[in-house]
């Protein structure tokens, strides 16, 4: 049991009734989720207040509830059943950011005693993540991992709901990771986390900045690229050591924030001035694997390493885990043994099929990654490359034009098939991936439906072509207006080639 006035330490508050010597023995922002003693945080969300919910939280037996000042103020909330003099009200200014505080307090500072690494950056976060996890492990560690395509808490393995988690999950995973023996954790830092004060509260061993792309612009996102990279500058204001891609787009800009932030710089990319470098790249194939070699140097290892996926952005993802290896003192032939067995679900995931021609699922959703994809794959490409592809819906519609311009220009043929459309038609969002792809006079054929879609894909390959089915990787879901349906792309690649 906790007292809430040692939860509200490093906060400023203002108590409208009860007392700050209440005990709290659960936080909840979700009111179905209060029981007895329970702290209810009030947060207003972009689709739900949870001032609203109040009575609720008491009814279950809330004793604490933080209000957010800006919204308290604009409306007379009902207090439930307020005349319970053990009820406590307290004002804060910002309740996202009192739940991180709070959460990270009730379950005493797990990041103070894991050793927490955070990869930010359009692309690549996922691909990091898996490899300085494997890494790590193949050194011995025991390593927890968050991210888009899996949380991995003490070895046990559990879908994510988002690629960083609610403030409150995360203190909470953390500190079972903790107690089920994990001495590390490797996690995604999205945009969105940073915005919403996910990550408030922790503090990070080593913070990498991948690259930066357009992408995440639009409604309950970001309002420009501006904002966009601010938020992801945010992860150097909780680190102490930076790793960052000095060929991205913004390096000038990420490093001179970084500088001014943390203790300890690093840079790598494929110039040899820079800390960590890849230089003398080589396509290659190693026991059945499609991957790169390349001239490693760094100020903790140099040789040959061999990258066991394939194109220069996986070469760039696996100097980002190298440098956070070498900060973490692991030894070369664990790097080395790492890398080589590489394998990420649903990111230049090969499907298995003895016949002639390849097929891979990546999560490529945004022009910038599908151009990276498809580019890297021609140079693996004897024959034709076939790309399906749809976009998601309720997302920034530029998206859509730009990978139908991206696929036009980049693939030999093109079926343009349904992703994600939610709440929209899919036949809407196709006509938008159309206005892209039309004019750069690419093959294309429309098929709605993603099955029949990844049927015709296989009915056309013949010897040497290359299939790739790209937006999804690793989700297993397809997300309709009216109802969410079960879809794996590797999954159904599978099924389909058994035909």
């Not at 025991?142 to 393995?157: A, M, P, S, W």
């Not at 996690?187 to 913070?207: H, I, K, N, P, W």
């Not at 790598?268 to 790169?292: F, M, Q, R, W």
């Not at 140099?302 to 980002?320: D, K, T």
Request: charged residues 25%; aromatic residues 8%.
């Amino acid at each position: 049991m906790t007292i809430l006035k040692d939860l509200l330490r490093q906060i400023e508050y203002k108590v409208i009734q009860g007392s700050m010597d209440a005990e709290v023995s659960s936080i909840s922002y979700d009111s179905r989720l209060c029981k007895k003693d329970t702290l209810f945080v009030c947060v207003y969300g972009f689709i739900t207040d949870g001032h609203e919910y109040i009575p609720q939280a008491v009814e279950k037996g809330a004793t604490a509830i933080l209000v957010q000042e800006s919204v308290w103020e604009t409306k007379a909330y009902d207090l439930g059943n307020s005349s319970q003099k053990s009820l406590t009200v307290v004002v804060v200014k910002d309740t996202r950011k009192a739940l991180s505080l709070v959460s990270a307090a009730f379950f005493k500072n797990p990041t103070g005693r894991l050793n927490l690494l955070g990869i930010t950056g359009t692309k690549g976060k996922t691909t990091s993540t898996y490899m300085v996890r494997e890494i790590l492990r193949a050194s011995g560690k025991n390593v927890g991992l968050l991210g888009t395509n899996n949380n991995i808490v003490g070895g046990e393995i559990s879908p994510s709901k988002n690629t960083t988690p609610e403030s409150y999950d995360l203190q909470k995973m953390l500190s079972e990771m903790l107690e089920k023996g994990d001495d590390s954790c490797v996690m995604e830092v999205s945009s969105q986390g940073l915005m919403l004060d996910r990550v408030e509260g922790c503090m990070f061993s080593v913070a990498a900045f991948t690259n930066f792309y357009k992408d995440h612009i639009g409604e309950h996102e970001h309002a420009s690229m501006a904002e966009y990279l601010n938020w992801k500058l945010h992860i150097f204001d909780m680190a102490k050591i930076a790793v960052i891609n000095a060929d991205c787009s913004v390096a000038d800009e990420v490093i001179s924030f970084a500088e001014k932030k943390v203790e300890k710089l690093y840079l790598y990319g494929l110039d040899t001035s820079y800390d960590i470098s890849a230089s003398k790249l080589e396509k290659k194939k190693k026991n059945g694997t499609i991957g790169t070699a390349f001239f490693l140097k760094s100020p903790w290892y140099e040789g040959e390493v061999f990258v066991g996926m394939p194109s220069e952005f996986n070469v760039y993802n696996a100097l980002c885990a190298i440098a956070i290896a070498g900060i973490n003192h692991i030894p070369f032939s664990c790097v080395k043994k790492a890398l080589e067995e590489m394998k990420v679900p649903g990111r230049l995931q090969v499907v298995p099929y003895d016949g002639d021609f390849d097929v891979l699922v990546d999560y490529a959703h945004n022009a910038a990654s599908l151009e990276q994809l498809l580019k890297s794959l021609r140079e693996y490409t004897k024959g034709s490359l076939i790309t399906v592809f749809g976009c998601g819906g309720n997302r920034a519609k530029d998206r859509r034009y730009e990978m139908g311009e991206v696929s036009g220009g980049l693939s030999d043929m093109t079926i343009i098939t349904s992703d994600n459309p939610r709440k929209e038609e899919p036949m809407e969002i196709i006509k938008d991936i159309l206005t892209g792809i039309e004019p750069t006079g690419g093959a294309f054929i429309v098929e709605e439906d993603r099955e029949r879609a990844i049927e015709k894909a296989i009915q056309m390959a013949k010897k040497g072509d290359v299939v790739v089915i790209a937006g999804k990787g690793h989700e297993n879901y397809q997300i309709f207006k009216d109802r969410t349906i079960h879809f794996d792309d590797a999954e159904m690649m599978q099924k389909l080639l058994k035909k």
